[in-house]
């Protein structure tokens, strides 16, 4: 068919080569599965859902290699997400990511501190980030959260140093702030810890990682 | 220093490790810096606080490669910014975001009709997504607005349709969708179109890299 052709049919039918909404999805991780067999590689099938579902949203392979997985996260993950755990992020972007009605099915609901003004104050009296002080919030609280981090390494090391002092325990962690500062070394310094955790290695993360990684096991548990 | 004696520095003061928060960011663009100059690469200046900015927010240098500016977008960003022109997103995560208070300093703000039950209900009854009907809804306004697409495809293609049919005009387009069905295509046929646009061409993008390319053009204006 010429580019000719290809117009005529475009005036006559809005976007033709436009999948119907509920298929696009499907379609994707359908060709996320066949170049990574394509690659010659695998995944286990216990962390399939979430590898894929962060390929999907960020286009990149890499991450094929770079998520870690603690040994017992998947089996404490669905324990916590089935029992309504609710969610502490370190950003508003992850807390708008999480799909929140696949959440509320399971009765959990996401928190994010870090716009409020008392963290603001605090943080900045203190000299230390919104992040350190949001957590040290959720601490206060007493009640134990999930932890999807996608933006501050700060987040990462004050839970670590909660959780090592006694004052928070954390259900698990998913621990993937983005960037070239601290943040490998947090990382590191988490999957380190006995805190069951889900991590992309290295730089790479951000909350729509962070948020990918959250929803894949939350489709596992209560669908969408 | 050996490990033990950093335990020791570690337990006296807390993450010594930690800059201060307001020296992280300067931090992270230096070091951003540094690597693009060890790889014997420049950023042209007129480009190289997006380009940086998307580099800092997703720690992949791909970007250096891929992001597309049409010929006078820079000058219509600034001016439609300057103007207190109004945002339209495709995702209520793009929308998180964006710097609002920024935003607002010129006049701004930032729509998002995803997650109206109005918009839902008609994408449903029509069989196509519930982004190709909020841009709809924006056209249906009468105002011209910026566009930051962050996730569908599909918004940017209505986009174009509309407006080459006359029925929209916008400012200037941040065409950052992400993934594998239809992505490269929309991209292709907005950078074709004669709308002023911001492309990370290929599959990747999303709604961190869409706000992370508008931000920076309205650091560039406004501040912070």
Redo the contacts between chains.
Sequence with gaps: MGINDRKIVNADR??P?????DR?EA??FR??EKEIGEMGRTVPARYASVIKRVI?????FSYLDSLYFSETVIDQAITALKEGCCVVTD???A???IHKSSLEKLGGEVLCYMAEEEVARS?KER????AQVSMEKSAETGKDYIYVIGNAP?AL?RIV?LAEAGRLCPRFVVGAP??????V?AKERLMASSIPCIVPR???????VA?AIFNALLYDVAGR
Tied chains: 1, 2.
């Design positions: 809005k976007c080569e436009i999948l119907h909404p696009i379609e994707s060709i996320i999907h949203t960020t286009a990149d950003t508003n972007m807390k708008a990511g943080a000299g230390i980030t919104r700060t090391l140093e983005v960037g070239f500062v601290n943040v070394e290295g730089r790479k993360g951000g909350s729509n948020a």
